[in-house]
């Protein structure tokens, strides 16, 4: 087994690991919302990069499938951006924006060692500030309808109630 396809199962493991045992019970449902709002904004965004020749995923899981890598584009950090958005603090807008551009920070950091040390991502025609433009935005976004989504507060609280 190569390198790239233990880095894969690691990501796996530590995002199912981090998901059962790092997310308090009240929270699964936003993690779980969040990671799926993400999840598409994601893909999309994915799948423009790769159709414009942008970045590429010389090994993937589903070859013949897809041409995205499925671990990093539908799990893995979507699976962050609902930590992100689980644990965002409820303080200043300052606050919040210095907490957002430190998980960017730190995913595009790990996205940039990925690209150097595995053959899972290349960039052809890109750079780390692009993703890191990408994934504020993506994040952002993701908040952004998440708040949205459940803006009254009394409706989800009887709905979370009735399901306790």
């Not at 598409?40 to 890598?69: C, G, M, Y």
């Not at 893995?76 to 958005?85: K, M, N, Q, S, V």
Request: aromatic content about 24%; glycine content about 2%; some cysteine.
């Amino acid at each position: 087994m190569s390198v790239d396809y233990a880095v894969i199962i690691l990501m796996w493991v530590i995002g199912i690991f981090m998901y059962i045992f790092f997310t308090p019970k009240k929270r699964y449902r936003k993690v779980a919302v969040t990671a799926l709002i993400c999840q598409s904004l994601l893909w999309l965004n994915s799948l423009v990069h790769v159709e414009f020749d942008l970045i590429a995923f010389p090994v993937r899981e589903f070859p013949k499938a897809t041409h995205l890598l499925i671990t990093t584009e539908y799990f893995f950090y979507p699976l962050l951006c609902g930590f992100y958005i689980a644990y965002e603090p409820k303080h200043s807008l300052r606050i919040r924006l210095i907490y957002l551009c430190s998980w960017i920070s730190i995913i595009t950091l790990y996205d940039f060692i990925l690209v150097t040390y595995t053959n899972l991502i290349e960039y052809v025609h890109y750079a780390w500030y692009f993703t890191w433009i990408d994934f504020f935005c993506i994040f952002a976004v993701t908040n952004f309808v998440y708040q949205w989504f459940f803006k009254n507060k009394k409706l989800f609280r009887m709905e979370q109630e009735a399901v306790e």
